[in-house]
């Protein structure tokens, strides 16, 4: 949290100097609880939920650790916190069919996802996930909106690739990637949700990964390659066009 600001000096009679302001102290960090962690969220009254590596899920309020699920998750890859926080979603199990499950946040529930799905993403703005199922030797790309239990699945297009990520970085734009690895060259390419259109941005990029900011429209590109140390990180608009 940030300090109080130090409160200003005033004049004094006859016109005196006032005297300088009172110095403001530093921010202080410190410990939020002590539980390994795997992931987090911390909301805007700093309330933290925290994914252990167990699968079990935390509230840290003022130093007090509340626990919100006991259960143990084995073979934990993934999780994933919704725009607010609300809904984690978690994938386990093998990788050859993972498993995936959301957890309420606020009634301490957890609700199975039966899709089939090989990757996936949340909105940056509702509680809609993007994901990639497997069709019979093709992609398809998809969506369900978790927070209305009588959704569907809504099919966005078929592809013709495997091993793909998915990240949901704008409301109407999901990008699409190989898995990262430094052996095999990435391209990656944008769905416009809107005007059902897949585009390719880039191409040949070793070890492509991609981080994107939820309040902009950049994102971090990081790219390397086989006999190569570290690599690079660039800014990415949603053009493709990299600074």
């Not at 403001?24 to 390994?36: C, K, L, Q, R």
């Amino acid at each position: 949290t940030t300090p109080p600001t130090g409160a200003p000096g005033e004049n004094g009679v006859g016109g005196t100097t006032a005297p300088p302001p009172k110095a403001v102290d530093e921010t202080s960090f410190g410990i939020v609880a002590e539980n390994p962690v795997l992931s987090f969220f911390v909301d805007s009254d700093n309330k933290a939920t925290l994914v252990q590596p167990d699968g079990k899920v935390v509230r840290v309020v003022g130093g007090q650790t509340t626990v919100l699920s006991s259960s143990p998750i084995a073979n934990l890859m993934h999780t994933a916190f919704s725009f607010n926080g609300r809904k984690l979603l978690v994938v386990f199990g093998s990788r050859s069919a993972p498993q995936l499950s959301v957890f309420d946040v606020e009634t301490r529930t957890w609700e199975p996802l039966s899709l089939g799905a090989q990757a996936v993403s949340w909105s940056p703005q509702t509680y809609e996930i993007a994901y990639l199922a497997d069709r019979g030797g093709t992609l398809a790309l998809a969506t369900l909106d978790l927070g209305n239990p009588r959704a569907k699945p809504q099919e966005l297009i078929r592809l013709a690739a495997q091993d793909l990520a998915v990240q949901w970085a704008l409301p109407s734009l999901i990008f699409l990637h190989e898995k990262p690895s430094a052996l095999v060259p990435a391209s990656l390419w944008s769905f416009d949700t809107k005007k059902k259109t897949l585009s390719r941005l880039l191409q040949n990029q070793p070890g492509l990964s991609l981080l994107w900011g939820a309040e902009s429209e950049m994102g971090l590109l990081f790219s390397g390659g086989a006999g190569e140390r570290g690599g690079e990180l660039s800014l990415l608009n949603k053009e493709g066009l990299v600074a």
